[in-house]
């Protein structure tokens, strides 16, 4: 079998039966491993309750330790007594394309990339007490009836394709499970961020465009920076560091929703204390011309706006201040969203008015 990096221990006894069980079920036939961060093309971390190599594909798993009916629609699951949430099959599925295009960059010659699958393990209490209804077209779901079928099987493959994977793909894929977290290995210190243009300066507080680098990563960010010493008011000082602790702590909230940037570790050497934020790859929206736009694109980027919107609100958070300015517009019309100053949470009951009222269907 092929060498492989391992990741953290089981963070719960939901994913610890989980593992034990797919292990067992499938006589340690398969590569796998708990707790695997993927770092995107931003250097957001995300992280993957299980990682499946197997013959047909490699499976992203999402554990659930959901019981009772579980009815899992497209966009949002039901989980009874008047909760719900969205489905987790959005940003798994994102972390899923991540991770086909990690491996897309290695591979050279005619070898295609393996699917990568994203999967829902919805486990109950150990195997029991847990119904999972699938709603189509409502991507993998599985229970402890159908895991084992659908992680050694080709009928459990979502791909419309049918190809096995290679001993060259799956070397290629531990290739790059081997370089996660290369961003969370570079010394929290603000000297290892080359700061390039002041964007903003204003009493104590500055905005920077700087670029983190290193030999095999180079990467631009925003580094929102609070100088101790210009202030001359200690109260001041005070309510202008704790609201960038505040946005911090916003970013960690919303830390694998898809269209929120990747916002690393405060830095605070006791002059100062810096938020760095990973600047989108797109443009903002408001260097762009509207006459330049279809409708279609128009459009597009409303939609947009509006998923990753419903995506921080059924967060409990709210942005705040979405202006012009804080919208960046990939080529695909996805939009990222920055600048959560005057952000601020919610209760969790709080989810936005299209799932509310049932339509969150429409938003597509």
């Given amino acids: 079998m092929a060498r492989h990096t391992r990741g953290g221990p089981p963070r719960n006894e939901s994913e610890r039966w989980a593992i034990d069980y797919a292990r067992a079920g499938t006589a340690r036939r398969l590569l796998g491993d708990s707790n695997i961060d993927i770092t995107d093309q931003q250097g957001q971390r995300l992280e993957v ?10 499976y992203l798993v999402e554990i659930k330790g959901y019981t009772g009916r579980v009815r899992a629609g497209e966009r949002v699951w039901d989980l009874g007594g008047g909760h719900s949430e969205e489905t987790p099959l959005v940003s798994l599925g994102y972390k899923s394309r991540v991770l086909a295009s990690r491996i897309r960059d290695r591979i050279t010659g005619a070898m295609h990339v393996p699917w990568c699958q994203a999967t829902v393990f919805v486990t109950g209490n150990r195997g029991d007490g847990s119904r999972t209804c699938p709603e189509p077209p409502c991507g993998s779901v599985c229970d402890a009836s159908d895991i084992i079928r659908t992680l050694t099987t080709e009928a459990g493959l979502t791909s419309k394709h049918v190809h096995e994977v290679t001993p060259e793909q799956r070397e290629f894929a531990i290739q790059v499970l081997g370089q996660v977290g290369r ?4 010394d929290n210190q603000l000297q290892a961020f080359q700061l ?13 465009q700087a670029c983190l680098a290193n030999d095999e990563f180079e990467r631009q960010f925003i580094v929102k920076k609070v100088e101790r010493a210009a202030f001359s008011d200690p109260s001041e000082r005070a309510v202008e560091t704790q609201k960038l602790r505040d946005e911090f702590r916003l970013y960690l909230e919303l830390f694998d929703v898809p269209g929120v940037p990747y916002a690393a570790p405060l830095i605070d050497d006791g002059e100062c204390l810096a938020l760095p934020i990973a600047r989108p790859l797109g443009r903002m929206l408001v260097a762009l011309d509207p006459r330049q736009l279809s409708l279609d694109d128009r459009l597009g980027v409303l939609r947009s706006t509006a998923n990753v919107l419903e995506r921080i609100h059924r967060r409990g958070v709210v942005h705040g201040a979405l202006q012009p300015q804080s919208m960046f517009i990939g080529e695909d019309q996805q939009v990222e969203l920055l600048d959560f100053a005057a952000g601020h949470t919610r209760p969790n009951e709080y989810s936005a008015p299209s799932v509310r009222s049932g339509r969150a269907s429409e938003i597509s």
Avoid: C, H
Wanted: glycine share 12%; net charge negative.
């Fill in 49 to 58: 309750d299980a990682l499946v190599i197997g013959r047909w594909a490699i």
């Fill in 183 to 186: 961003l969370s290995e570079i």
């Fill in 196 to 208: 390039q243009k002041e964007l903003f300066s204003s009493g104590g507080l500055s905005i920077y």
